[in-house]
């Protein structure tokens, strides 16, 4: 991976629109001096940074995130990073850290309050136990699988037995979810993905019990016949039409929980919302949505947890991870496309050889 003493940037060229995919079209990367880390301050050199379709917010023509991102501005994303200059006390060099370092090579960060929660503000956090990748940081030991988490065991309460339908499947938050319904004892689990070849990764890989293409047609048909008792959690992450389908699929007292609806968030006029709600009456079933950031108290456990079932084999890592940060808008742009197999990672310098192995 190429090292670099100037610090590239992608700031932002353009506002993307709600029927456009995101790319470098909307970008321009430019390449400004190191910066300097002042009193208090702390020099980062960007190792990983996370995607999540939750960015395209801060890029919309609509301004509809409290904090966009403007015109110029270096594109905002969380990333995991390594000290390389540091003006803080609780901060040395060699320290792994991880925040919002921006898309970026160096990013210099107001270190003042390392203690508090890292959501939407400029503070760094030490990551305290790091090993090599150090994608489980953003992935398996991070924010996808808390979400997962939150998805599957807190809200879903998955229990033994049940059947769980996962949509976004293969996707970064959908891997982890799968693995962990299976260790919550789930009966079947289906997972559902766009293409043949996700659908044969996500059996072979993944541990589905079944896959649906949802782009092969009839959702509904393929739901009732892999669930014959109906589902018992509903793990949402696309909305819309998919939504709607799995609905009509319910068993009693189902949880449909709400992740994520990449397939309508961000079409302009909104789409009108399910029709099939009323099964949520008939079937005496509970939707929910969360938001992962709401237990940000809760993360070490999650952490505990999740490092605890991957040291006894219980859960694999699904990384895919895009080379080069000069491929950050496109990867991106992927997870609008459906071009990532796993949690979409951006590697802009190599991990530390010094680190352990996970
Ligand atoms: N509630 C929270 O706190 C929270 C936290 C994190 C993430 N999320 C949500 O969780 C979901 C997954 O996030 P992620 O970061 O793990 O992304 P991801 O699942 O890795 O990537 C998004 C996937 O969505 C699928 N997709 C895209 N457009 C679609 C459409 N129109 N219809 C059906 N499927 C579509 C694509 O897979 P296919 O090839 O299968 O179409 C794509 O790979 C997102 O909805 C995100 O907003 C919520």
Redesign the pocket.
Known sequence: MKQTNTNRQWRLKRFVGADEIIGPQHFELVEAPMPEPAEGQILVRTLLLG????QRMYISEERQFHTPVEIGEIMRGRGVGQVVASHHPHFAVGDIVQGALGWQDYAVLDAAAPELSDHNTGAVRKVLEPVRPLTTVLGLFG??AF?AYVGIIEIGQVRRGDTVVI??A?????TIACQLARIQGAKRIIGI???AE?CAWLREQALCDVAID?RAGDLLGALQQACPDGIDVYLD??GGD?LDTALQCLALNARVVL?????TEYQRPRPPGPTHYFNLLYRRSRME?????DYVERWPEFERALRQWYSEGQLRVFDDVAEGLEHAPAALGS??S?G?MG??IIRVSDDPAELPMA
């Not at 995607?51 to 939750?54: H, L």
């Not at 293969?170 to 959908?174: D, E, K, L, S």
């Open positions: 995607t999540s379709p939750a924010q996808l979400s949509s976004a293969a996707g970064g938050v959908g993905a766009g293409g996700k949802y992450s696309v998919m992740c994520g609806m990449i397939s949505g969360f938001f992962v950031f997870l609008f459906g990532n949690g979409r």
